[in-house]
């Protein structure tokens, strides 16, 4: 009777072994699926530019391809509507990011700086035009890009005051910017040092009709800024970046794409 | 009084120029105004459809060109974009631009032409475009809507625009047909027209010799021969008429002549059958005798002769007058000188009663009328007096004509009988009968007979009879005049009194004074 009664038992536990490996397949499986992260990208040359590939694009690939948790896509968004975008779930990070362009209110933490970068003035060469044309920005005018922070301007975005109290313009085109102050538009032009770098390189002849100013607007001090609430942590952003440098890649990527400041 | 007959004015109730130009103004107006409408609503209809068509590409081309600024959020590019363009289309009445994700407007903006909020939507045409961005992965994304308001009041006013040049050249058109057809009008009709006018009124002048050119070959020459034939069918009726007239006057004329000649001399007959006014001298210490025919000849006649004792005066008013009335004097004078005759003077109701059968004899009034002839009925009225100066006696009988005595103590009037003589009666029982009346003779007296057609004269200023109490009135002062001068001033005043008028009928009055013995 027992060996007819435990025969039954014996198949049944087995079935039940094999459904639970299944099951444990099939949810191990699940479970290491890469989570998309959506990261905002604006017009943010070099890092995200309407011309060409962007740094950004070189950066989520990065990330991408040395860890298998996340899945990092970029979303496209304005620099006047990012805080909104971020906010309201169209995107979860937001990379080569300050908390102070605006940030400081919002629900988003900061992983560490990943990358220095800085904003120069410039403007048109000539007699007469040296650094020191620079030392002030009194009487000036400045072509800017609509929805940046400046630091001569305390960091205010506000189109209407710049313009009122720093004599600013403010645009959606660094290049045009530039090439308008060669033009003799506009006294100064406001750009990130890394896309001047590169925009020059490839426009030598621009390059001599410009003088760039020594002194910086800012420092930027990139970072990754998170939704709080999203799927990544700043932490393990923090540690996969310091994986990155630690490699080297970091750098290497800097340096592929011309903006290395090191 | 020759009474002018009214001219036929050559324009009566307006020209035809005016009708006809009058009637073609209101067909094209009419005409013009339904084409008008027409085309109105067509145009309009076609400026609708353009203005629908530059909305949507306006539209179209506006939410590309907004894109990059409503996805940049940059609410002073939009609204500097959808400024200038409320500012270059004036059409437009409002204009806003929503970002996909947010319900207040990126930005608005409206024409100060549109106090209201957005007017009469009847009046809009509403445009809605959504604003696509084309991402760098070629992806298209919706990031925004674009309202564009238009006015339709532009269709109004480029179908008014469209139309002003038509409703131009219709009435140009008009006013040059109406000047070409009045001029042709003119040219072709009205003066022809007028030319037929003016000859037919020298045609009812009398010029029935006129004539109008007629080498047309139109209605208005076939109006013109027609015209002139009729011209010259009057002209030969007229001119035949006034031959025929003029023969005819010329019979009539020499007819009037005998028949005048023969009245004439019916007058001279008859004067003869009056006593010669030398006859009355023996017995009348004075006597006038007023005889005016109505025509040349009369109905009345009067009789004076010698008798053994005195004389008889009679005055007679036969019926009718003129030649009829001198064939009765004539028929009456031989009755009575018959009866005369016959009867003697003494008694003249005697001889009234005889005259009275006489004429009704000769003249078949006896009894009742029988034949067409029969129912002429004649008689007369007549007075004798039987004048007897050595007696200082009157005999006077009448029938209807009265005698006037004057005297100095007036004018007596003796009324003879009421019966006149010779008509026709049923029967002898109903023959008159008269009454003689004698009268005393004394001096101071005038007599006067005389017939009813002196009293019954008209004139004056109303036309009423002379009467009796006129007649009396200028007789009444004759007793110290001579009988001549009371016949003058009689005639005098009966003169005056006709005043023009025609005499109604024979006048005779007969006025006498008796020569008493001494």
């Given at each position: 009777?027992?060996?007819?009664?435990?025969?039954?038992?014996?198949?049944?536990?087995?079935?039940?072994?094999?459904?639970?490996?299944?099951?444990?397949?099939?949810?191990?499986?699940?479970?290491?699926?890469?989570?998309?992260?959506?990261?905002?990208?604006?017009?943010?040359?070099?890092?995200?530019?309407?011309?060409?590939?962007?740094?950004?694009?070189?950066?989520?690939?990065?990330?991408?391809?040395?860890?298998?948790?996340?899945?990092?896509?970029?979303?496209?968004?304005?620099?006047?509507?990012?805080?909104?975008?971020?906010?309201?779930?169209?995107?979860?990070?937001?990379?080569?990011?300050?908390?102070?362009?605006?940030?400081?209110?919002?629900?988003?933490?900061?992983?560490?700086?990943?990358?220095?970068?800085?904003?120069?003035?410039?403007?048109?060469?000539?007699?007469?035009?040296?650094?020191?044309?620079?030392?002030?920005?009194?009487?000036?005018?400045?072509?800017?890009?609509?929805?940046?922070?400046?630091?001569?301007?305390?960091?205010?975005?506000?189109?209407?005051?710049?313009?009122?109290?720093?004599?600013?313009?403010?645009?959606?085109?660094?290049?045009?910017?530039?090439?308008?102050?060669?033009?003799?538009?506009?006294?100064?032009?406001?750009?990130?040092?890394?896309?001047?770098?590169?925009?020059?390189?490839?426009?030598?002849?621009?390059?001599?009709?410009?003088?760039?100013?020594?002194?910086?607007?800012?420092?930027?001090?990139?970072?990754?800024?998170?939704?709080?609430?999203?799927?990544?942590?700043?932490?393990?952003?923090?540690?996969?970046?310091?994986?990155?440098?630690?490699?080297?890649?970091?750098?290497?990527?800097?340096?592929?794409?011309?903006?290395?400041?090191? | 009084?020759?009474?002018?007959?009214?001219?036929?004015?050559?324009?009566?109730?307006?020209?035809?120029?005016?009708?006809?130009?009058?009637?073609?103004?209101?067909?094209?107006?009419?005409?013009?105004?339904?084409?008008?409408?027409?085309?109105?609503?067509?145009?309009?209809?076609?400026?609708?459809?353009?203005?629908?068509?530059?909305?949507?590409?306006?539209?179209?081309?506006?939410?590309?060109?907004?894109?990059?600024?409503?996805?940049?959020?940059?609410?002073?590019?939009?609204?500097?974009?959808?400024?200038?363009?409320?500012?270059?289309?004036?059409?437009?009445?409002?204009?806003?631009?929503?970002?996909?994700?947010?319900?207040?407007?990126?930005?608005?903006?409206?024409?100060?032409?549109?106090?209201?909020?957005?007017?009469?939507?009847?009046?809009?045409?509403?445009?809605?475009?959504?604003?696509?961005?084309?991402?760098?992965?070629?992806?298209?994304?919706?990031?925004?809507?674009?309202?564009?308001?238009?006015?339709?009041?532009?269709?109004?006013?480029?179908?008014?625009?469209?139309?002003?040049?038509?409703?131009?050249?219709?009435?140009?058109?008009?006013?040059?047909?109406?000047?070409?057809?009045?001029?042709?009008?003119?040219?072709?009709?009205?003066?022809?027209?007028?030319?037929?006018?003016?000859?037919?009124?020298?045609?009812?002048?009398?010029?029935?010799?006129?004539?109008?050119?007629?080498?047309?070959?139109?209605?208005?020459?076939?109006?013109?021969?027609?015209?002139?034939?009729?011209?010259?069918?009057?002209?030969?009726?007229?001119?035949?008429?006034?031959?025929?007239?003029?023969?005819?006057?010329?019979?009539?004329?020499?007819?009037?002549?005998?028949?005048?000649?023969?009245?004439?001399?019916?007058?001279?007959?008859?004067?003869?059958?009056?006593?010669?006014?030398?006859?009355?001298?023996?017995?009348?210490?004075?006597?006038?005798?007023?005889?005016?025919?109505?025509?040349?000849?009369?109905?009345?006649?009067?009789?004076?002769?010698?008798?053994?004792?005195?004389?008889?005066?009679?005055?007679?008013?036969?019926t009718?007058?003129?030649?009829?009335?001198?064939?009765?004097?004539?028929?009456?004078?031989?009755m009575?000188?018959?009866a005369?005759?016959?009867?003697?003077?003494?008694?003249?109701a005697a001889?009234l009663a005889a005259v009275d059968a006489k004429v009704r004899t000769t003249l078949n009034q006896d009894g009742e009328a029988r034949t067409?002839a029969q129912r002429f009925d004649n008689g007369l009225?007549l007075?004798?007096?039987?004048?007897?100066?050595?007696?200082?006696?009157?005999?006077?009988?009448?029938a209807r004509?009265?005698?006037?005595?004057?005297?100095?103590?007036?004018?007596?009037?003796?009324?003879?009988d009421r019966e006149s003589l010779g008509y026709r009666r049923l029967s002898d029982t109903q023959s008159a009968r008269f009454s003689?009346?004698?009268?005393?003779?004394?001096?101071?007296?005038?007599?006067?007979?005389?017939?009813?057609?002196?009293?019954?004269?008209?004139?004056?200023?109303?036309?009423?009879?002379?009467?009796?109490?006129?007649?009396?009135?200028?007789?009444?002062?004759?007793?110290?005049?001579?009988?001549?001068?009371?016949?003058?001033?009689?005639?005098?005043?009966?003169?005056?009194?006709?005043?023009?008028?025609?005499?109604?009928?024979?006048?005779?009055?007969?006025?006498?004074?008796?020569?008493?013995?001494?």
């Amino acid at each position: 009777m027992t060996g007819r009664s435990t025969r039954p038992t014996a198949l049944s536990t087995a079935w039940s072994l094999f459904l639970l490996m299944i099951v444990g397949i099939t949810g191990g499986s699940s479970a290491f699926a890469a989570t998309t992260i959506k990261v905002g990208a604006y017009e943010f040359p070099p890092y995200v530019s309407d011309t060409g590939p962007g740094v950004t694009q070189s950066f989520l690939d990065l990330l991408n391809a040395n860890q298998d948790e996340f899945r990092f896509e970029p979303v496209a968004t304005s620099p006047q509507r990012r805080y909104e975008d971020l906010e309201q779930g169209r995107f979860d990070a937001i990379a080569f990011e300050s908390l102070a362009w605006g940030w400081e209110k919002r629900p988003v933490d900061a992983t560490r700086v990943f990358l220095r970068d800085a904003e120069v003035f410039v403007a048109k060469a000539g007699p007469g035009v040296d650094q020191s044309f620079f030392n002030t920005l009194d009487g000036k005018t400045i072509l800017g890009r609509l929805g940046y922070h400046y630091a001569f301007a305390d960091f205010n975005a506000d189109p209407k005051y710049l313009e009122s109290q720093h004599r600013m313009r403010v645009t959606v085109t660094h290049e045009g910017n530039v090439r308008n102050v060669v033009a003799g538009r506009a006294a100064l032009a406001i750009v990130t040092r890394s896309f001047l770098n590169r925009f020059l390189k490839s426009d030598p002849e621009l390059a001599r009709k410009l003088l760039v100013s020594e002194r910086t607007d800012q420092i930027y001090e990139h970072t990754i800024l998170v939704r709080r609430g999203a799927p990544v942590s700043t932490a393990w952003l923090n540690g996969l970046l310091d994986r990155l440098d630690a490699a080297g890649k970091l750098d290497a990527l800097w340096n592929d794409s011309g903006i290395a400041t090191r | 009084m020759k009474r002018h007959k009214p001219r036929a004015p050559i324009w009566r109730g307006g020209s035809l120029l005016a009708r006809v130009s009058a009637t073609m103004l209101a067909a094209t107006i009419a005409i013009g105004l339904v084409a008008v409408a027409l085309s109105a609503r067509i145009v309009g209809g076609q400026r609708h459809q353009d203005l629908l068509r530059r909305a949507e590409l306006v539209a179209a081309t506006q939410a590309d060109a907004l894109s990059g600024p409503v996805w940049e959020l940059d609410e002073r590019a939009v609204q500097g974009t959808i400024n200038a363009l409320l500012e270059r289309d004036a059409a437009i009445r409002a204009i806003a631009v929503f970002e996909a994700n947010r319900p207040a407007p990126l930005a608005r903006a409206a024409s100060s032409a549109s106090s209201a909020p957005l007017g009469d939507p009847a009046d809009q045409l509403r445009i809605e475009r959504p604003i696509h961005l084309n991402s760098r992965d070629g992806r298209t994304e919706t990031v925004g809507r674009l309202e564009i308001v238009y006015s339709t009041a532009e269709v109004w006013r480029a179908t008014l625009d469209a139309l002003f040049p038509v409703v131009g050249l219709l009435l140009l058109s008009l006013l040059a047909a109406i000047g070409v057809l009045g001029l042709t009008l003119n040219r072709i009709i009205l003066r022809p027209l007028r030319r037929l006018t003016q000859l037919a009124r020298a045609m009812a002048r009398g010029d029935y010799g006129a004539r109008i050119d007629s080498a047309r070959g139109d209605e208005i020459g076939v109006l013109a021969d027609s015209f002139n034939r009729m011209a010259e069918t009057v002209q030969e009726h007229t001119q035949t008429l006034e031959t025929r007239v003029q023969e005819r006057t010329e019979a009539l004329a020499a007819t009037n002549r005998a028949i005048m000649d023969s009245i004439n001399y019916a007058q001279l007959i008859q004067s003869s059958i009056l006593p010669p006014p030398d006859s009355l001298d023996a017995g009348l210490s004075e006597h006038a005798i007023l005889w005016r025919p109505r025509d040349v000849v009369s109905g009345d006649f009067y009789l004076c002769r010698q008798t053994a004792n005195g004389f008889v005066i009679a005055v007679a008013d036969c019926t009718g007058h003129g030649v009829p009335g001198a064939f009765m004097t004539m028929t009456a004078s031989a009755m009575l000188n018959n009866a005369i005759d016959q009867f003697g003077p003494e008694d003249p109701a005697a001889i009234l009663a005889a005259v009275d059968a006489k004429v009704r004899t000769t003249l078949n009034q006896d009894g009742e009328a029988r034949t067409l002839a029969q129912r002429f009925d004649n008689g007369l009225d007549l007075a004798i007096c039987h004048v007897i100066p050595n007696e200082s006696r009157l005999t006077f009988a009448s029938a209807r004509i009265p005698l006037l005595i004057v005297t100095a103590e007036g004018v007596a009037e003796l009324r003879g009988d009421r019966e006149s003589l010779g008509y026709r009666r049923l029967s002898d029982t109903q023959s008159a009968r008269f009454s003689n009346h004698n009268i005393p003779l004394r001096s101071g007296q005038s007599f006067f007979l005389a017939t009813d057609g002196l009293t019954d004269q008209n004139g004056g200023d109303l036309g009423r009879r002379f009467g009796k109490q006129r007649l009396r009135d200028e007789l009444i002062h004759s007793q110290d005049k001579p009988l001549d001068l009371v016949k003058a001033m009689l005639e005098h005043t009966l003169d005056s009194f006709q005043n023009g008028r025609g005499q109604r009928d024979d006048i005779t009055l007969f006025g006498f004074r008796v020569r008493l013995p001494d």
